[in-house]
C-alpha cells in the first residue's frame, strides 16, 4: 500500500512538473483580420417608380434610385410593358 502511494505521488509530482513547463511556455499568437469590403457594404437601395397617368390615358412615369444600371433596366421594362398594350 505504501508503495502504492509513493507511486501515485511521485506520478502527480511528474505530472504537475510537465504541466507547469508546457504552460509556462509562450503560446504562438493567433490574429484574425476582418474582410474591411464586407464590415463596409451597404444594402442596395430599391428603385422607385411613380406610375402617372394622364387624361388620354397615357402613362409617363419617375423613377429614382442610386444605381443607374437599374433605373435603366426599370425604364426599359416599363416601355416595353406600355407600348404593348
Known amino acids: 500500500m505504501k508503495k502504492f502511494?509513493?507511486?501515485f505521488?511521485?506520478?502527480?509530482?511528474?505530472?504537475t512538473l510537465l504541466?507547469?513547463?508546457?504552460?509556462s511556455q509562450p503560446?504562438?499568437?493567433i490574429?484574425?483580420?476582418k474582410d474591411k469590403v464586407l464590415q463596409y457594404a451597404k444594402?442596395?437601395?430599391p428603385t422607385k417608380i411613380k406610375l402617372h397617368r394622364d387624361k388620354k390615358g397615357e402613362y409617363t412615369w419617375d423613377i429614382t434610385g442610386e444605381n443607374v444600371e437599374d433605373i435603366i433596366k426599370v425604364d426599359k421594362r416599363l416601355r416595353q410593358?406600355?407600348?404593348v398594350q
Open 19 to 23: 504541466n507547469h513547463e508546457v504552460m
Open 5 to 7: 502511494l509513493i507511486i
Open 43 to 45: 444594402p442596395k437601395k
Open 9 to 15: 505521488w511521485i506520478n502527480l509530482l511528474v505530472l
Open 81 to 83: 410593358y406600355f407600348e
Open 27 to 29: 503560446q504562438p499568437q
Open 31 to 33: 490574429y484574425v483580420s
